[in-house]
């Protein structure tokens, strides 16, 4: 199983920015997509984000949609979610997934 780590997490007042990333040195990202998605305290954990193997086309949930911006870099085995505009209903746990594999998870939390 892939171990990938977040990072990047923390504690932000509204309209702060983070800029979270994912990193694995066991196996090379580029031939998968990979996605961010969150947990807020009692919710289903849901996607935010993802970003293709292929040509790096992201998607994104509405609720975010201008405000976090995903992306990979493929030669240092890495994914990033740099958020901006940061809301409170954005605090949660924020995973990185791909291959199969989770992280641990960073946390994030938005409050003044």
């Known amino acids: 199983q892939l171990q990938l780590v977040e990072s990047g997490g923390g504690l932000v007042q509204p309209g702060g920015s983070l800029n979270l990333s994912c990193a694995t040195s066991?196996?090379?990202?580029?031939?998968?997509?990979i996605g961010w998605f969150r947990q807020a305290p009692g919710k289903e954990r849901e996607g935010v984000s993802c970003?293709?193997?292929?040509?790096?086309?992201?998607h994104y949930i509405d609720s975010v949609k201008g405000r976090f911006t995903i992306s990979r870099d493929n030669a240092k085995n890495m994914a990033y979610l740099q958020m901006d505009s940061l809301k409170p209903e954005d605090t949660a746990v924020y995973y990185c997934?791909?291959?199969?594999?989770w992280g641990q998870g960073t946390q994030v939390t938005v409050s003044s």
């Open positions: 997934y791909t291959a199969g594999s």
């Open positions: 970003i293709s193997s292929i040509d790096s086309s992201t």
């Open positions: 066991q196996y090379t990202l580029e031939y998968y997509a």
